[in-house]
């Protein structure tokens, strides 16, 4: 079945540069205009009536789905839907919550007209909400980079780039064995993309730059420290650990102070900096801007509602911050 995403594709346009054309509610150029006609007509593409309708009036809502699954910060998530709201009422747009995880919840909020665009975080690598996607007759931007997403707009932080910049970091002070301490093992299972994303640049530096890194997927909390203990154990050449893991960082923080004073491994982390604040003993810290992630979201999904062009892939850059004080 021909979907919107196919016809924008074969015009070179965004899909709401074809609901625009089809809706009529904003100014196209004329060329523009002939092109997606043009490849309506080729596609034989026929919208359902519940598109049409969705095309032809706004509501001013964003639909949000920020699913909370098992082993998410919530904390984070919590960051990155501010984002989105603050940029949102800034254009005097209302944010629809969608708690569903699966594409079902898109496709209820888009045949009742509820929402104009939709923004869908929590996203996995394999996510299996990417067909359901390109067919709504709506902007959806995702807040996460899936494989193979060449048809759906995508903001978020580069984790790949994350992780490669603690390895850089750690070779510049001479480390040859290194490990990160990831995320709950659930969000690993999942293969949530920044997870994959994150241990892919990780890994890569480490054999680039002919260092040994391992990924050891870590329980919140302070079950932590019996991660750290085993890693240790098994590796004892580690000198350094990268952590990226919010709900354990202050309990591996704590226990490496009291298992080796003096001779505990270098601890870099990747987190909002305001966690980093709260624990002593890092280095260096990568900063995790998540309530910018969010609002970087909003203003590109605003631009598709605005029949602006826009990058398919759209990813924040890493910086490093201060280490915080043992």
Known sequence: M????????????????????????RTISPETRERVARAIEELEFRPHAGARSLASRATNVIGLQAPLRTGVDVHVVMQIVAGVVREAR?????????ASDDASGLERAARSSLVDAFLVMDVESDDTRLATISSLAVPTVLI?????????TCVDFDFEAAGALAVERFAARGHRRIALIGSPPEVVTRHTSYADRLARGFLHACAERGIEGSIHPTPSGADAARVVDDVLAEHP???????????????????????????????IALCPPEVAHAVGGLSEVIDLPAEEIGAAAARVLGALLAGEASERVNLLEPRILPGTAG
Do not use: C, W
């Not at 800034?90 to 969608?98: G, K, M, N, R």
């Not at 952590?243 to 009291?258: D, F, I, S, Y």
């Open 2 to 25: 021909t979907t919107i995403a196919d016809v924008a594709k074969a015009a070179g346009v965004s899909i709401s540069t074809v609901s625009y054309v089809m809706s009529g509610k």
């Open 237 to 267: 050449a580690v000198t350094g650990l990268f952590v990226h893991n919010e709900g354990a960082l202050p309990h591996v923080a704590e226990h490496l102070r009291t298992r080796s004073p003096g001779q505990a491994p270098e601890l």
């Open 144 to 152: 996460g980079l899936p494989a193979g997403a060449d048809a759906v």
């Open 90 to 98: 800034a254009h005097e747009y209302d944010i629809l919550l969608l």
